[in-house]
């Protein structure tokens, strides 16, 4: 497999680091039901077919953490975005992951 | 009947160097053959056709088939540590002095006495092992399966280290061209006249595939004058790259092929400083597959008596190799490919006693040939049994009158159809479809960026293979960015490929083999189907179909049909078994390339490397890197003598440690404050620049995750340092709080490990030592540079460094850094500055014993299950704040307060050695494990107090001070009694590191 890192470029599989799901959220940790917020956040995936975002580290490269929309089936790649973007983005717009 | 003694090579013709005999030798006897040869096509030239005993019935084996597919033609190559088992004798390019030897029988090839399995064989059948070997169940391990592996096996290993070396490189291309048959030359040819990048790679060590084996005219040049013609125009191209012996084994994601080169396996030995084989990753935006299609053995009784061959094998073995594979020869096929088989043989000479068809009609083509060579056509029979044991000597063929007709023979020459090669298309889970018109799977959904052309499309005819290659040459040329140029098509006569298809002989008599290397026949299959092994995936395990080392190439379209047959279902509704990479065998040596031994991980070494080993240090890995783990001096019995006075050097005078692999970090912005109160569970706001901390962080989980000192340079510069295990941990773990949970948090931060070298100087002697280094202007008084002070200043007349004072062993101490490449000259500055006072280094052992001394806690105790709590360090977690791991560290289970927390140990008898691993059980309570309390985790002899002392977890420890409790260590066999004590062994006060 091979992901096109936004400023390195096409590189192999083997330079990047995965980590999971891109699409849970941190919570806040002053909720009132913090804890169990933070067992479902640190512990509970979905398992999903078909596309997914999920969170790589590219290791070997550029240090930046990507989030790539990938089909877990075929492993077609249909982006990749630097992660401190998307978060920003969606702390700027409010957007829900 | 027997051939006679001597050769069967063509007195001219064939594409071997003549002029260049090569002497080899197969099970001890001498043979000669000539350069071009593979050792298959020297065997059948000097007469030797028993080349092998099959797997289980032990039955004489031959060649069936020229190329990679071959099942039977495996043998030993080589001798000693380069001894290869199961390498197929196609494959095996003759050089000076080949050694082979046959496998699986014994005592020899020509009287083995196994083949007595042969005449066992009604009990022998498919799933006899998982019947008969069911009871006792203890027996199996010990008795049968030696017995079993014993009679039933394959070559053997050769046991030793193997003496070549691999390679693994990566290579890029726009056009990857698989295969150089008529369809590959031609894709190659008009992508590369595009303009694109093209590598071509063949499995064979000419280019050609069939072109090399048949005899076809094309532009008015015979087949492999035409192969050789494009050979040279390709070489001729400036972006080709043509990869000969190389077999592409894989087709992986993002349009990634692997393929092995096998560089040396043509010589004798590798060269000096070539390796034996290199691995390829090949990274195509498109790619061609033009690999070829396989024949298809015919089932009938006794199918796999030597001289039975596949009918383009033995083309290949006249036409390449200019050997007959037999004099008097019955030609059996189901298709036109009779053609050219019966008239090409007859033109060399070959006798031919009969071609046999099972085709009521056989085509008017062929007729009219066999006709003209005087052959005699049999249509619509079929040969029911072959005659003959370790050699064909005829054929009994049932004719359409239902006679029975017996005719000698000593060659086979069969065909049941050309199965094209769809395994590179199915290793990313495309399924191959059922063609009916020429009776074989094709490729049916294909990898991304992928094209089939010619024979493994399913496109048989040469004609075919050599538009299509053409095109497709170009749509991949242009798919990559590139404009077609157009090319005139050489011209070809045409031919048919009509077929009929003939899974099995009905009336067969003796063993029909479907899976010759794992001797599966028809009646393995039927038992299969009776027995409800009906899904391709149950009939391919049970029955071994397709599982031997040639992963049943010749064998599983057969096989699935008679399945098909069985189970009165169309073939296309059987399914296939997946095919996985690889196509064919890779050595495991190639993918581990130079990555082997002490190149198995990369070598990290700290700056003071090679002033340690002029000292004569004791290495040892830790992760990547290599550092110094004692000093000896001569004299010394044994590491704990040495370690002992690194100890009491440091403690009574100075010692000096190489400290640079700790993980060093960076960070520095507006809010890198703010960043590390959120990392770590203590403060950092109020730390005063110039002022170091001991910073403690955890997991989202809320379990330790590392440890270290943290240096504020700056109102928004930090530095910070890492645990050598885990720096890249840490760092990769800093970049994710930052980029993805906290991206509007102003900080930066960069890996600086490398850039410094950093040492540990201890000792009361140490100021003493710095003062001679510290450049004068900077004050390292005690009052002006305190203890957890840091800075920047300059040493010996103006080099740039840090300096920091931190403790790790409890002594005064600093730690000085400078840019790494000063750290070899400071090492020797520093030994030098402190020759008076006896400066000692000191190695990783030292370190530790001086940190348990001071009960510090390392990675035998932050061992990714342990809280802050659990380290004694639970008062350091800010309860003002947030931070990572703050929320699930407050889990009920992990604030228990039963949890074992780390305390001090030493053994009631004082002279005793203590060890880590050992489990705290109350005394007077079995030593099991619901009485388990908890277990040492780090030991040193101490060499201040005397005695062993030990680390470790233990339940409420902090409340039983002074208990005396039971180490059990049952792994050792030892148990003794220890007293818990405070884990600070060494200056408890903490006076000497302020002093």
């Known amino acids: 497999m091979r992901i096109t890192c936004p400023h390195c470029g096409n590189r192999s599989l083997d330079e990047f680091i995965y980590l999971g799901d891109a699409t849970v959220q941190r919570p806040d940790p002053a909720r009132p039901d913090a804890l169990a917020a933070f067992v479902d956040y640190v512990y509970q995936r979905e398992n999903p077919v078909g596309r997914h975002r999920e969170l790589w580290y590219h290791n070997a490269g550029c240090h930046a953490w990507l989030v790539v929309t990938r089909d877990v089936r075929t492993h077609e790649i249909f982006g990749v975005e630097p992660a401190k973007e998307v978060s920003l983005s969606e702390k700027t717009t409010g957007a829900a992951r | 009947m027997t051939l006679p003694p001597g050769s069967s090579r063509m007195s001219k013709g064939g594409q071997i160097d003549r002029s260049t005999p090569v002497d080899f030798s197969f099970d001890g006897r001498s043979y000669q053959g000539f350069a071009g040869d593979t050792l298959a096509s020297a065997l059948l030239a000097n007469n030797v056709r028993l080349i092998g005993r099959s797997f289980k019935y032990h039955r004489p084996r031959g060649l069936i088939a020229a190329g990679s597919e071959e099942p039977n033609g495996i043998v030993e190559l080589r001798s000693d540590a380069r001894r290869e088992p199961n390498t197929r004798a196609t494959m095996i390019e003759l050089y000076q002095g080949l050694e082979a030897e046959s496998q699986n029988r014994w005592p020899s090839l020509d009287f083995d006495l196994l083949s007595i399995n042969s005449f066992l064989s009604p009990f022998l059948t498919a799933g006899f092992y998982y019947k008969t070997f069911m009871w006792p169940a203890a027996l199996w391990e010990k008795l049968y399966e030696p017995i079993i592996r014993r009679a039933a096996g394959l070559g053997k290993a050769s046991g030793l280290d193997d003496p070549d070396h691999y390679e693994k490189s990566t290579l890029f291309c726009d056009v990857l061209v698989i295969g150089s048959g008529p369809a590959g030359l031609m894709a190659a040819r008009a992508a590369a006249r595009s303009g694109a990048r093209v590598v071509l790679a063949e499995e064979d060590s000419a280019l050609g595939g069939r072109l090399l084996g048949d005899q076809r005219i094309i532009d008015g040049l015979s087949s492999a004058e035409w192969a050789a013609k494009m050979a040279a125009e390709l070489e001729a191209e400036p972006d080709v790259r043509i990869l000969r012996r190389t077999a592409v084994f894989g087709v992986y994601d993002g349009g990634t092929y692997g393929a092995l080169e096998r560089v040396s396996d043509h010589l004798a030995e590798p060269h000096h400083h070539a390796p034996r084989q290199r691995l390829w990753r090949i990274v195509a935006k498109r790619a061609v597959l033009a690999a070829v299609a396989i024949e298809r053995p015919l089932v009938f009784g006794n199918n796999d008596r030597p001289g039975i061959m596949l009918a ?19 030609v059996f096929v189901n298709n036109d490919d009779a053609a050219s088989t019966v008239s090409e043989l007859a033109a060399a000479g070959v006798s031919v006693a009969a071609l046999v068809d099972p085709r009521p009609v056989v085509s008017p083509v062929v007729e009219a040939l066999a006709k003209k060579a005087g052959i005699r056509v049999i249509s619509g029979g079929s040969v029911e049994r072959a005659l003959g044991s370790k050699s064909v000597s005829g054929a009994e063929i049932r004719l359409q009158d239902g006679n029975l007709l017996t005719l000698p023979c000593d060659l086979i020459a069969m065909s049941g159809g050309w199965n094209p090669s769809v395994h590179l298309t199915t290793h990313l889970n495309g399924r191959p479809v059922w063609n009916s018109s020429i009776a074989a799977f094709v490729p049916g959904a294909v990898p991304p960026g992928m094209a089939v052309a010619g024979s493994a ?25 590139f404009k077609a140029k157009k090319s005139a098509l050489p011209s070809v006569e045409p031919e048919s490929t009509a077929i009929q298809p003939l899974w099995r002989v009905v009336n067969a008599r003796g063993k029909s083999f479907v899976d010759f290397q794992n001797d599966v026949s028809v009646l393995d299959i039927e038992l299969a189907e009776r027995e409800g092994f009906r899904s391709v995936e149950h009939l391919k395990r049970y029955t071994t179909l397709g599982m031997a080392t040639d992963q049943g190439k010749t064998a599983n379209v057969n096989g699935l049909a008679l399945m098909a047959e069985f189970a009165a279902k169309a073939i296309e509704n059987v399914g296939t078994t997946v095919m996985r990479p690889p196509f064919s065998p890779v050595a495991i040596g190639a993918f581990g390339g130079h990555h082997r031994e002490k190149n198995f991980k990369p070598t990290r070494l ?24 004692y000093y000896p001096k001569p004299g010394e019995k044994d590491w704990l003598e040495t370690v002992t006075r690194e100890v009491k050097a440091a403690r009574s005078s100075v010692g000096v440690c190489d400290v640079s692999t700790l993980g060093k970090i960076d960070i520095q912005g507006a809010d890198a404050a703010e960043f590390l109160e959120r990392v770590y569970i ?23 995750m590392d440890d270290g000192t943290t240096t504020r340079l700056g109102e928004d510069h930090f530095f910070m340092t890492t645990t050598t295990a885990n720096a890249a941990k840490v760092m990769q773990h800093l970049e994710f709080c930052h980029q993805w949970l906290w991206p509007d948090l102003d900080v930066q931060m960069i890996s600086a490990t490398e850039q410094w070298a950093q040492f540990s100087l201890a000792g009361p002697h140490v100021r003493d030592v710095l003062l001679k280094l510290v450049d004068p202007e900077h004050d390292i008084s005690n009052a002006a540079f305190p203890y957890m002070a840091a800075g920047e200043i300059t040493v010996c007349g103006g080099t740039r460094a840090r300096l920091y004072r931190l403790s790790f062993s409890g002594e005064l101490a600093f730690e000085i850094g400078v840019p790494s490449r000063h ?22 052992e030292a370190l530790g014993v001086m940190r348990i001394e001071k009960g510090h806690v390392a990675g035998a105790e932050l061992n990714g299950i342990s809280t802050a709590g659990d380290l004694g360090l639970g008062r350091m977690m800010s309860i003002k704040k947030d931070y990572i791991g703050r929320v699930l560290a407050g889990r009920p289970a992990l604030v228990d307060p039963n949890r074992p927390v780390v305390v001090g140990f030493r053994p009631v008898d004082r002279k005793r050695r203590i060890r880590a691993g050992a489990h705290f059980i109350r005394q007077g309570l079995e030593a099991a494990a619901q009485n388990d309390e908890g277990y040492m985790t780090s030991v040193a002899f101490s060499p201040s107090i005397g005695h062993w002392i030990g680390l470790g977890f233990l339940a409420r420890g902090p409340e039983r001070m002074g208990e005396i409790i039971r180490a059990c260590d049952p792994i050792r066999g030892e148990e003794y009694l220890v007293e818990v004590v405070s884990p600070i062994f060494y200056d408890p006060e903490g006076e000497k590191l302020r002093g």
């Open chain 2, 457 to 481: 499309s399913g496109a048989l005819s040469l004609a075919d293979a050599i538009t299509m290659g053409d095109s497709l040459g170009q749509d991949a040329a242009i798919a990559a960015g």
């Open chain 2, 606 to 629: 700290p700056p003071s490397h090679e002033w340690a080993v002029e000292q004569g240090a004791v290495f040892v890995e830790a992760g990547y890197w290599l550092r110094a783990q």
């Open chain 2, 312 to 330: 383009g094998a033995v083309r290949t073995y006249l036409h390449r190799f200019g050997v007959a594979s037999g004099s008097n020869a019955i």
């Open chain 2, 682 to 704: 203590n403060g950092w706001k109020n730390l005063a620049i110039g002022r170091a901390r001991y910073g403690l962080m955890l997991r989202e989980d809320g379990i330790v």
């Open chain 2, 823 to 844: 750290g070899d000259a400071l090492i020797r500055k520093i030994m030098e500055a402190g020759a008076e006072y006896g400066i000692t280094p000191y190695g990783t």
